[in-house]
């Protein structure tokens, strides 16, 4: 697996864990977890991780995750495709609704978006 899935993987977990990503959202890691829980077992890393995320950051979650991948052909298969299917899932189910009202004044650069998966960048200022 990719080292750069990492920020991908912990911005899925991030819109899961806090709540943005919805009732889809809760049924993408109930999946991850039964996924972790069947290739690992109940005594690894992973499985702890993913039964506490609120105490790890997505960005911890995802590392560990994508280490494991590193090391389990199988599981990086899987792994990617749970991921795969989950930013489907959550793009489709996922409503954004963006704003900018009242006496609000804007002095610089606004991005308006969902779930962005990846870096934005305004070039040098």
């Known amino acids: 697996m990719d080292p750069d899935m990492v ?39 992973a499985t702890a991780i993913v039964e506490s995320p609120a105490k790890q950051q997505p960005e911890e979650i995802a590392q560990v995750l994508v280490d494991r991948a590193h090391t389990d052909p199988e599981f990086e298969l899987t792994l990617a495709k749970w991921m795969t299917d989950t930013v489907h899932l959550i793009r489709h189910t996922h409503v954004v609704h963006n704003s900018i009202g009242g006496s609000a004044h804007v002095n610089g650069p606004v991005v308006q978006a969902g779930d962005v998966f990846g870096s934005i960048n305004f070039g040098r200022s």
Do not use: M
């Open 7 to 45: 920020p991908t993987l912990a911005a899925i977990v991030s819109a899961i864990v806090g709540g943005t990503a919805g009732e889809a959202g809760k049924q993408a890691w109930t999946s991850l977890t039964a996924l972790v829980r069947r290739r690992f077992g109940g005594d690894d890393s």
